[in-house]
């Protein structure tokens, strides 16, 4: 049983890893402005997502996590340890790993704006506040658990995990881009 667990635990973890790789790479990309021509509203400024979501972003997600996602894929015909999900084609995983992560954070956006709450401000509400703070850390991870479960078999006893995990990552990069001043509170 608790070696079971363990064994949850590590695949949830590796299911991080072809998004929080592009994920660190994005927020440098951010402070050494890397591909700047890129930096433009997915939008194309019609305030429909809020000009925070660009081009950048998804390049650096999708990209990058086809990129990660062939060593995982390499690494899951040997390793126990490695969610099974990386033994599916590496580059359809990959692809939809990132654009999962991204339309999850384009829908929440999406959302926020019908709603009036303006990029980086906050609802009226202490309810309005808790919920959009949820929202905000588990857009992106709520998105590719759906791809990871419905589209590639995923097994729920590491998704679930990966959830809370993927829960405490955003938080903390969130932490990591304000003190680098490339966000605000």
Not at 22 to 41: H, T
């Amino acid at each position: 049983m608790f070696e079971q667990v363990l064994l949850d635990v590590a695949r949830a973890i590796s299911v991080q890893v072809p998004i929080l790789i592009p994920g660190i790479f994005f927020i440098v990309a951010i402070k050494k402005n890397w591909l700047a021509w890129s930096n433009k509203p997915i939008d194309f400024g019609t305030g429909l997502f809020g000009e925070n979501k660009n081009w950048r972003g998804a390049i650096f997600y999708i990209f990058g996590a086809i990129l990660v996602t062939y060593p995982m894929h390499l690494l899951s015909l040997s390793q126990a340890w490695v969610a099974p999900v990386f033994q599916a084609n590496w580059w359809l995983l990959g692809f939809s790993f990132g654009s999962a992560y991204v339309l999850g954070e384009l829908v929440n956006s999406f959302i926020k704006r019908r709603i009036g709450i303006k990029p980086g401000a906050q609802p009226g509400s202490i309810v309005g506040k808790y919920l959009q703070a949820f929202f905000d850390n588990a857009d992106g991870a709520l998105a590719c658990g759906l791809v990871l479960t419905f589209g590639f078999n995923g097994e729920q006893s590491y998704l679930v995990i990966a959830l809370f995990i993927s829960l405490a990552i955003h938080a903390s990069t969130d932490i990591w881009m304000r003190k680098l001043k490339l966000k605000k509170k």
